[in-house]
């Protein structure tokens, strides 16, 4: 049984950093892509970071770019987002999925094959 479980959400302040983790089981980790999205209410989940193992490509949506970095370990099948300077804008929930869409284009779900955690919250106060 795939499995994904989010962690290190939290409340701080602007300016602050977080380093959310994302652990996976039940499948080979290094074959599928995985990614970070967000959704804010009212608002669509978009795909803000991803990362193929496999050739180590990783994307940044333009909003992250230079403040978030994705990794993975492999020996612990976890993804990590570390997040620095935080912004108010970047509160939202937080999702981590697997066998996703990565490419140039973008982290895009693939509804008919994608893997989902449960989610986790990021308040970044002002």
């Known amino acids: 049984e795939v499995q994904l479980a989010e962690s290190g959400g939290d409340l701080v302040q602007a300016g602050e950093s977080l380093r959310l983790s994302c652990t996976t089981s039940?499948?080979?980790?290094?074959?599928?892509?995985i990614g970070w999205f967000r959704q804010t209410p009212g608002k669509v989940r978009e795909g803000i970071s991803c990362i193929r193992n496999d050739d180590e490509f990783t994307w940044y949506e333009n909003s992250v770019k230079g403040r978030f970095t994705i990794s993975s370990d492999i020996a612990k099948n976890t993804v990590y987002l570390q997040m620095n300077n935080l912004k108010p804008e970047d509160t939202a929930a937080y999702f981590c999925?697997?066998?996703?869409?990565?490419?140039?284009?973008?982290?895009?779900?693939?509804?008919?094959?994608?893997?989902w955690g449960r989610g986790l919250q990021v308040t970044v106060s002002s």
């Open positions: 039940g499948f080979t980790f290094e074959h599928w892509p």
């Open positions: 999925a697997a066998n996703i869409y990565c490419s140039d284009d973008g982290a895009h779900e693939a509804p008919s094959r994608d893997y």
